[in-house]
């Protein structure tokens, strides 16, 4: 459009009539360095819009991802290791739900975490859980974790021991409109276990069958 507009080259014309008449020249306009110059800068400057939206996207990618690795934190370190039970209601989404292989049954909705804490904690009332690592990816946030505490109360018909354990276990949180919406949970459950003597180490056994 720019090119056609004003680097245009207009056609010689010849004045008619008078015989004697001369030819009448009319200018030609040629591109020129300016009209170059002009291609260039709007070249460039799409080139830098494009850049800049682009740009843009990934930083408000970036901040949504940190965003959502300190919800998932949250949830650990004020939930789980301090009892914030009111947390629950400001960062779950309201059909949020916790898929755990070692559990029979799914920890559903805010109330359904609210009354699953309590319950770890008073097993473990000294329950600590350290965070090893996180990696986000778009709405999921991966969080590396260990978990140690000493067996006060009756787990899961075991009665108290007040040995202390320490298991690893790893979660994927993902997130939707700003809230925690799902969890799956893989931990070191038999290794749980075993430390609290329900279930007999490989050492145990070796030593039961010899």
């Given at each position: 459009?720019?090119?056609s507009?004003?680097?245009?080259?207009?056609p010689?014309?010849?004045?008619?009539?008078?015989?004697s008449?001369?030819?009448?020249?009319l200018?030609?306009?040629?591109?020129?360095?300016?009209?170059?110059?002009?291609?260039?800068?709007?070249?460039?400057?799409?080139?830098?819009?494009a850049?800049?939206?682009?740009?843009?996207?990934?930083?408000?990618?970036?901040?949504?991802?940190?965003?959502?690795?300190?919800?998932?934190?949250?949830?650990i370190e004020?939930?789980?290791?301090?009892?914030?039970?009111?947390?629950g209601?400001?960062?779950?989404?309201?059909?949020?739900v916790?898929?755990?292989?070692?559990?029979?049954?799914?920890?559903?909705?805010?109330?359904?975490?609210?009354?699953?804490?309590?319950?770890?904690?008073?097993a473990?009332p000294?329950?600590?859980?350290?965070?090893?690592?996180?990696?986000?990816?778009?709405?999921?946030?991966?969080?590396?974790?260990?978990?140690?505490?000493?067996?006060?109360?009756?787990?899961e018909?075991?009665?108290?021991?007040?040995?202390?354990?320490?298991?690893?276990?790893i979660?994927?949180?993902?997130?939707?409109?700003?809230?925690?919406a799902e969890?799956?949970?893989?931990?070191?459950?038999?290794?749980?276990?075993q430390?609290?003597?329900?279930?007999p180490?490989?050492?145990?056994?070796?030593?039961?069958?010899?």
């Amino acid at each position: 459009m720019l090119r056609s507009s004003l680097c245009a080259q207009l056609p010689r014309k010849r004045v008619l009539g008078n015989p004697s008449s001369r030819t009448l020249l009319l200018p030609t306009i040629r591109p020129t360095q300016s009209c170059a110059s002009a291609e260039r800068r709007i070249g460039s400057k799409r080139t830098l819009q494009a850049h800049q939206g682009e740009s843009g996207r990934k930083e408000r990618s970036a901040e949504s991802a940190e965003e959502n690795k300190a919800l998932s934190r949250r949830v650990i370190e004020e939930m789980f290791n301090k009892g914030n039970l009111d947390l629950g209601d400001e960062v779950l989404a309201p059909d949020y739900v916790d898929h755990d292989p070692s559990s029979p049954q799914e920890i559903r909705g805010p109330e359904g975490l609210k009354r699953f804490v309590p319950t770890a904690r008073s097993a473990f009332p000294d329950t600590h859980i350290r965070i090893e690592d996180q990696v986000a990816d778009g709405d999921l946030v991966a969080t590396r974790y260990v978990v140690s505490g000493t067996q006060e109360g009756e787990l899961e018909g075991i009665p108290p021991t007040g040995n202390r354990v320490e298991f690893l276990g790893i979660s994927i949180d993902r997130f939707s409109g700003g809230k925690l919406a799902e969890t799956c949970d893989n931990y070191d459950a038999l290794g749980m276990m075993q430390q609290l003597g329900a279930i007999p180490s490989p050492e145990e056994q070796q030593q039961a069958e010899a």
